[in-house]
């Protein structure tokens, strides 16, 4: 099995920036590993996504240039860090994992390819 524990959610002003880390734990090699978000009332929505080699990265658009995923394939430790951020940007940060060794950019955005999810760590941003 693959467990996965987000921690460094907080609260920060608008134009703040915080670092969501993700850790995983079990049979992670080859899989690709990615952040959604929830805002309350909303449904789930990807954000980010990253290959098991870390060379291969996808976006959602509204973060696209402020957010940056990375991941330590080593530690098999995923990062999002997020800058420049928006009272929209107010969710509950999730990490996923996909089993696949295969990563495309269609792949990656869809949640139902991902077969494990952390607990989720709560990002407030103020006006």
């Known amino acids: 099995q693959v467990q996965l524990v987000e921690s460094g959610g907080g609260w920060v002003q608008a134009g703040g920036s915080l670092r969501l880390t993700c850790a995983a734990s079990?049979?992670?090699?080859?899989?690709?590993l990615a952040w959604f978000r929830q805002a309350p009332g909303k449904e789930r929505v990807f954000v980010a996504a990253?290959?098991?080699?870390?060379?291969?990265?996808h976006y959602a658009n509204p973060v696209k240039g402020r957010f940056t995923i990375s991941r330590d394939s080593a530690k098999t430790t995923v990062y999002l860090q997020m800058n420049s951020l928006k009272p929209e940007d107010t969710a509950v940060y999730y990490c996923?994992?996909?089993?696949?060794?295969?990563?495309?950019?269609?792949?990656?955005?869809?949640?139902?390819?991902?077969?494990?999810w952390g607990q989720g760590t709560q990002v407030t941003v103020s006006s």
């Open positions: 990253i290959s098991w080699s870390g060379t291969i990265t």
């Open positions: 079990g049979r992670t090699f080859g899989t690709s």
């Open positions: 996923a994992v996909d089993l696949s060794k295969f990563f495309t950019n269609e792949r990656a955005r869809d949640p139902g390819e991902y077969e494990n």
